[in-house]
């Protein structure tokens, strides 16, 4: 499944220090910034350390995230932080809602059918709007494109390694490139 840095996951940069008592600036890379709301402890890496911070507090302000570390309670102490990667580990990585999963751990995965047939690996997930697609790489030809909707994705065992799908119907041929009536595309 990839290193995937030791099974941490990115969550944030700090950008900035905010103000003189020690808080920080930081962007959000997660797709849902509320998440920080639960973090107990982070792993800030600048490239040349990483160090694990305890959160105190967090709070939002438009598109950024504010941050106060346990212990950092001065602006000279967190300058040493400006630009780090802000990481979590994975038993502190936000207990998700379920039905939602990391992109980085779907990555990989084998996916088969209900029937048992196996289909190939997830390569990709493409984030739409709408729902995200799970492009899927067969041992041979072409690659399938799963949208990741109830209907379609019955099981993600992370565990085994494997996502159960469904195909609905006409799903196979639409990318098997038949051609398409559908607005030329």
């Not at 780090?84 to 996916?111: N, P």
């Amino acid at each position: 499944m990839g290193d995937r840095m030791e099974g941490l996951l990115q969550v944030g940069a700090i950008t900035n220090s905010h103000g003189l008592r020690g808080e920080v600036k930081v962007y959000p890379t997660t797709d849902d910034p509320s998440r920080f709301l639960d973090l107990k402890e982070v792993v800030a890496d600048t490239g040349k350390q990483q160090a694990v911070l305890e959160v105190a507090r967090v709070k939002f302000f438009k598109q950024m995230v504010f941050m106060k570390f346990k212990g950092i309670d001065d602006i000279n102490d967190v300058l040493q932080y400006k630009g780090a990667k802000l990481y979590v580990t994975r038993e502190h990585a936000v207990s998700l809602e379920e039905g939602e999963y990391f992109i980085a751990d779907l990555i990989g995965l084998r996916v088969e059918t209900q029937e048992g047939e196996v289909l190939g690996v997830i390569q990709d997930v493409m984030r739409t709007g709408a729902n995200d697609v799970y492009v899927v790489r067969p041992d041979s030809g072409k690659e399938l494109l799963i949208p990741a909707i109830h209907d379609c994705i019955k099981e993600i065992d992370l565990a085994g390694g494997r996502m159960e799908v469904c195909l609905l119907p006409g799903l196979r041929e639409m990318n098997a490139g038949k051609p398409q009536q559908a607005g030329g595309q």
